[in-house]
C-alpha cells in the first residue's frame, strides 16, 4: 500500500468538501490503495487556529477527532523527538513550524505529501498536489 502525509490544509479542504481542492489531490485521499497518514501536528494547527478565531471547524473542538479521523480511514501520526530534531535541521526554505514537521515526516519515511504549498518543493521530498 501507497503511504502519503496530508498536510494540514489539505487534510481541511478534504473534510470541508471545499472546491479548493483539486479532485485530482480528492482522489489520491480517497484511493483504497493508498494509505492517508496525518500527522498530530496537523490536528494541533488545526485546535491553535480555532482557538485564536482563525479557523471555523466545529470537529477541533472534539476531544474525538483523532478517532473520527480513524474511522475516516486515515491514519494519525504522533510526533516522534526524531522528526523534531530532523525539522529543526532543515533549511529554513520554510518558516512554519508545522509544515516544517510535515516536511521532515514525509522525508523520514520517504513519502510524498500532498499540499498546496509550493515551498514544499524546496525540499527532498515529493508534493502531490497543484
Not at 522528526?83 to 516536511?103: E, M
Request: without cysteine.
Amino acid at each position: 500500500m501507497i503511504e502519503q502525509l496530508l498536510d494540514t490544509r489539505v487534510l481541511l479542504f478534504f473534510l470541508q468538501n471545499d472546491p479548493r481542492l483539486s479532485e485530482d489531490i480528492a482522489r489520491h485521499i480517497e484511493d483504497p490503495n493508498r494509505r492517508s497518514l496525518v500527522s498530530m501536528a496537523s490536528l494541533w494547527e488545526l485546535t491553535q487556529k480555532e482557538a485564536l478565531g482563525l479557523l471555523l471547524f466545529e470537529p477541533t473542538k472534539r476531544t474525538d477527532l483523532p478517532h473520527l479521523l480513524l474511522q475516516e480511514g486515515f491514519e494519525i501520526l504522533p510526533i516522534e523527538w526524531s522528526t523534531i530534531h530532523r525539522a529543526a535541521s532543515l533549511p529554513l526554505h520554510h518558516h512554519d513550524p508545522t509544515d516544517r514537521l510535515l516536511i521532515a515526516e514525509a522525508i523520514s519515511r520517504n513519502i510524498p505529501i500532498l499540499s498546496l504549498d509550493k515551498h514544499f518543493d524546496l525540499y527532498p521530498i515529493e508534493r502531490l498536489g497543484a
